[in-house]
């Protein structure tokens, strides 16, 4: 093998997404991802401390990811809108890249602060997208909560083959998001 003269961690993260979308999460090891780049498995360590690490950056990468894909939805719009656009970019995201997807709810330490942090910017965009329902602090977080376990269970659900019935999906999340859209209006008026 030639060494890789431009390997760094994005490469690394990058092919590692490729794998784990391609053949599953279970399937990127170290010795798997460095054969894909072409390089010996000590390289790797010159980057990242391990598995642990490695899945570790990459849910990090991952959720980076998500919420530049939920950003770009969110722009230009408010309200209903808005709020349809990041639930369906955010299924999109994980039908598009269900391993990296996957990623970003099994790391092994989920009390890690860059993975924290990454996870952060993802509540934040929901919270002010939210804040056109007049919700406040805590309001807003159980509604992005709500949001996240809803398209997370959605998501996981069709990802694992859970919708036997021959239903259009896309019908099933459009339902799904405005009951939620329904909900956040009755909070709304609550008030």
Known sequence: ????????????????????????????????????????????????DGLNDLRKELAIYGIESLYEHLM??????????????????????????PGLYEATIFIPDPSDVDFQKAGEKVVELCVRVL?????????????????RSILHGF???????????????DK???LMINAYISGVHTLKNEK
């Not at 093998?1 to 760094?8: A, D, H, V």
């Not at 993260?13 to 170290?30: N, S």
């Not at 939805?73 to 039908?95: L, M, N, P, T």
């Open 1 to 48: 093998m030639s060494p890789r003269n431009n390997l760094n961690l994005n490469t690394i993260l990058e092919v590692a997404a490729e794998i784990a979308d391609k053949e599953g999460i279970e399937a990127l090891t170290m010795a798997v991802l460095a054969k894909r780049l072409a390089v010996r498995t000590p390289s790797l360590y010159n980057h990242i």
């Open 155 to 169: 998501a996981s659900l069709e990802q694992k083959g859970g919708f036997g019935m021959p239903l259009d999906h």
């Open 172 to 174: 099933s999340l459009e």
């Open 72 to 97: 770009h939805a969110a722009v230009g719009r408010a309200g209903d809108e808005a709020v349809a656009a990041i639930a369906k970019a955010y299924v999109e995201f994980a039908r598009s890249h």
């Open 131 to 147: 804040r056109a329902y007049d919700l406040k602090d805590e309001e807003a977080l159980h509604a992005t909560r709500g949001l």
